[in-house]
């Protein structure tokens, strides 16, 4: 079937299914033309969760879909694919203990800890971070989350992303420190102690690529997202989140030059004549570029034949203290 004859397909099935779609901007560009509702990860759930349709179908990564879930538990939401965030797999509920016990062993008391997570996080780590009294951030509302969270005088525990972690810190002016990679002197001393998770598509960007593009453009503008490398995010005109970015780019004059530091189907959609990805290397989210038109159909056919595949199910104890963790951040930043 060609794109064409697959989207007017799809764009029927949703209709008579009333189905909402949704696509973050790092979906493949024949599926993010399909969707309903677009946007960075704090819209997407935002939107999602107040839309009026029974069944979401949500073309991104696992945690996206299942944030959807936890957030409005009646609605029905399936994934074309059930593609994971790298990132969010490296920390699970053991995981998130050891990183506590890890502060512990440093000298911080528990009771003196309050933790974030990343919304790229499993529903599991997202419990128990709402269970300590702690929330969920976005790369569009971690420094406003973090603000929000120091008020309370504790700790920080920044999980799993240790760059985003890092550069708010540095953004914010404060002290931070890496589990597994600095001492206990460090940790005890730090305001923002975060767990040693990465994305790898954002390491690809170096400082190496900052200089070539400076110094083979000059006056170019570098905007990066903000899980690159903190040395990254320092030598850039501008940092920020996938909506943020494509703002930013949009808002410079046509004849200016700017190299962009984030996934690659983003990049390439914002495209022009002085638009360059800052990177030799392909940037690409394997996973966020499982999703297909093919499997998009499939999975509307499949709910219209009352045989859904690839749902997302959360248990009701971990949907319960997960949504006080993505409820606060709603609340934290006035959304
Ligand atoms: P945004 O919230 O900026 O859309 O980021 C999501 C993500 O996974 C970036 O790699
Ligand atoms: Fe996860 Fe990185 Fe892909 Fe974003 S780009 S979904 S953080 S693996």
């Not at 909506?243 to 530091?261: N, R, T």
Request: proline share 3%; net charge negative; with cysteine.
């Amino acid at each position: 079937m060609s794109v064409e004859a697959l989207k007017e397909e799809i764009n029927s099935l949703k209709d008579e299914l009333s189905v909402t779609i949704v696509a973050h901007y790092y979906q493949k560009d024949e599926v993010f033309e399909i969707a309903d509702i677009t946007g960075d990860s704090l819209e997407l759930a935002k939107k999602a969760k107040e839309s009026d349709s029974q069944w979401i179908l949500f073309c991104g990564v696992g945690f996206m879909g299942q944030s959807v879930k936890i957030l409005a538990p009646n609605k029905r939401v399936a994934m074309p694919k059930i593609a994971c965030c790298a990132m969010a797999r490296m920390i699970d509920s053991t995981y998130f203990d050891e990183s506590v016990k890890a502060m512990e062993r440093a000298g911080i008391k528990k009771e003196d800890i309050l933790p974030i997570t990343y919304i790229n996080s499993g529903a599991e780590v997202k419990a128990k971070v709402g269970q300590m009294g702690g929330a969920v951030c976005t790369s569009s509302s971690a420094v406003k989350i973090i603000e929000k969270a120091l008020t309370s005088g504790k700790k920080i525990l920044f999980v799993p992303d240790r760059c985003l972690g890092q550069n708010v810190a540095r953004m914010m002016g404060l002290k931070s420190a890496v589990i597994g990679l600095d001492s206990d002197e460090d940790i005890k001393a730090a305001d923002i102690i975060c767990y040693n998770g990465f994305c790898s598509v954002h390491q690809l960007f170096t400082l190496k690529d900052v200089e070539f593009f400076r110094k083979r453009y000059p006056g170019i503008k570098i905007a990066v997202h903000p899980e690159c490398d903190p040395a990254v995010c320092e030598a850039a005109d501008f940092v920020g989140s996938t909506s943020q970015i494509i703002k930013y780019v949009k808002s410079l004059d046509p004849e200016q030059k700017v190299a962009v530091g984030t996934e690659y189907n983003l990049v390439h959609r914002l495209r022009d004549k002085n638009t360059y990805v800052l990177s030799s290397t392909k940037p690409e989210c394997p996973t966020m570029n499982e999703t297909s038109l093919e499997d998009v159909l499939h999975t509307l056919q499949e709910i219209k034949k009352g045989n859904p595949i690839n749902e997302i199910f959360v248990d009701e104890e971990t949907i319960h203290w997960a949504r006080i963790a993505l409820e606060r951040m709603f609340e934290y930043v006035g959304a």
